[in-house]
């Protein structure tokens, strides 16, 4: 496989369509189960468990580790 560069790398950029429809959608204990996520290949689905059939947001590794690093230091917090 070719090395990638750039924005690729990093994870932004278009991303395939995946096949959801074998995906084991994951939930915290902690939570309502409101926010689900799936590990389908190497990408990581998001989702709203109230709306199952709603909308999907579709991570690479990096986006992932970038959206989870912000929630942790409290980047989306209301102000």
């Known amino acids: ?3 990638e560069t750039g924005a690729a790398a990093q994870g932004w950029g278009p991303k395939p369509e995946l096949d959801l429809t074998g995906a084991e959608w994951l939930s ?3 939570g309502d189960g409101a926010v689900q996520i ?3 290949g190497e990408y990581i689905a998001m ?3 109230r709306e199952p059939d ?4 579709v991570f ?3 986006e992932w580790r970038a959206f989870v690093l912000g929630a942790r230091d409290g980047e989306f917090d209301p102000r």
């Open 47 to 49: 989702r709203d468990g």
């Open 54 to 57: 709603g909308p999907v947001l």
């Open 28 to 30: 915290s204990d902690q």
């Open 1 to 3: 496989m070719a090395s």
């Open 38 to 40: 799936a590990f389908v």
């Open 60 to 62: 690479t590794p990096a």
